[in-house]
């Protein structure tokens, strides 16, 4: 066999670099009670949300508020364009009805939470309504 005429060519190696230490992780804050009855007026403010999810979370309030308005200006926008959502938390939402004024754009929205279909578990045996004959 005749030996190839190319020259060889090394491949470059990748170099290592070194990575920057791994950060500790946070141990998990422990799960806050929910606050009973209802807000000052019957209004849940952006003022009382904050601290209920900085108390929640254990973020501080300049981290939640940059996290609450984003999540909140995407419902609004989803909500917006007509689209339902199914939030777990929060439960399935889908707007019925809008319609454009002098006030605004306004939205009539149907929210179902909870209480859905029951675990194949949690079902009632189902009993004949006459004794079966053999």
């Not at 306004?106 to 675990?119: A, C, S, W």
């Amino acid at each position: 066999m005749a030996k190839s005429t190319k020259p060889a060519t090394a491949k470059p190696r990748a170099r290592k670099t070194a990575s920057a230490p791994k950060k500790p992780r946070a141990a998990a804050p422990a799960p806050v009670a929910p606050i009973e009855g209802p807000v000052e007026g019957g209004v849940l403010k952006m003022k009382d949300l904050l601290d209920r999810v900085s108390a929640r979370t254990g973020a501080n309030k300049k981290q939640a508020k940059g996290l609450v308005e984003a999540v909140l200006h995407e419902l609004g926008a989803s909500l917006a364009r007509s689209e339902g959502f199914v939030l777990p938390p929060l439960g399935r939402a889908k707007v019925s009805r809008s319609s454009d004024d002098e006030a605004g754009h306004k939205l009539v929205i149907k929210l179902k939470r909870g209480g859905g279909k029951r675990d194949a578990a949690q079902k009632e045996p189902e009993t004949p309504l006459a004794p079966v004959e053999e």
